[in-house]
């Protein structure tokens, strides 16, 4: 069985001490769910937010890592620094990371496998950008962007992967996916995962929808079958708005 995920992507905001009143006002206000909730803040406040929420069911995640075990790589973060903090959930991917640092499938496909190597989970961001969904190349573009970085993986690490689709058009722009959207491209995704492995492993693995999930579309959004929760950024820094996306899940 799948499990339900909200997760807030904090990205490049939030200081030391704006990200500890955000914890415990999110702490606080946590409503009950079955809904596994995560949370990313920046590297420089993670190991902080992870002993914040000792006491919490809210996971603290990691944005990103590199996919070297350690070395001359100025500025970035290994899989096994983010294991000696108590992380166990690492987001690859993102939109934004391939667009403003050059992050390509093969870059992608590295960093899948040394995350995985340390035992952590991937949640694995792609999405269409806003000309392949016009040219109608969206199912292309989806399908190679997973195919290129997570087809070689063996079956038994589909258990630590969580896919997030975003579409790049959705993402900060206020404009979201309309839940037929999302419901008709997650259908495609458990396809392609089904083709190229079994049906077991397609129902299994949780696909988020990312891109402007606010409170007021939540609800909607994360009713369709095969949307297994959302992966929020703006209204993730703002607490009542993340918690009411919570409660809509
Ligand atoms: C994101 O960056 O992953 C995201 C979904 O952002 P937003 O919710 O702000 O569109």
Redesign the pocket.
């Known amino acids: 069985m799948r499990s339900k995920i909200v997760a807030g ?1 904090w ?1 490049m905001n939030k200081n030391l001490a704006e990200t500890e009143a955000l914890l415990t006002e999110l702490a606080a206000k946590l409503p009950d769910t079955n809904a596994e909730v995560m949370v990313a803040p920046t590297f420089v406040n993670l190991a902080s937010a992870v002993h914040s929420l000792e006491s919490s069911t809210i996971n603290a995640i990691a944005q990103n890592m590199h996919f070297a075990e350690s070395g001359a790589y100025t500025g970035e973060i290994s899989g096994d620094m983010l294991v000696s903090i108590g992380v166990d959930t690492v987001i690859l991917g ?3 990371r391939r667009a403003y640092f050059g992050e390509t499938d093969e870059i992608l496909e590295k960093k899948v496998k040394a995350a995985l190597a340390k035992n952590l989970r991937v949640m694995f ?1 792609f999405g269409e950008e806003l000309a392949d969904r016009k040219s109608e190349n969206h199912f292309k573009v989806v399908e190679s962007q997973i195919k290129n970085a997570l087809f070689s993986l063996d079956a038994s690490a589909w258990s630590s992967i969580i896919l ?1 689709y ?1 579409p790049v058009w ?4 206020g404009e979201t996916a309309s839940a037929d959207q999302a419901q008709e491209m997650h259908a495609f995704i458990r396809k392609t995962i089904t083709e190229a492995y079994n049906e077991e492993i397609a129902n299994n693995v949780s696909i988020l929808y ?4 606010k409170p007021a579309n939540a609800e909607e959004i994360f009713s369709k079958p095969d949307v297994d929760g ?7 820094l703002v607490a009542d708005n993340f918690v009411d996306i919570i409660k809509a899940i």
């Open positions: 992507n990205k993102h939109s934004e961001c997030a975003e959705a993402i900060g722009t990312g891109g402007s999930v959302g992966l929020i950024g703006g209204a993730a």
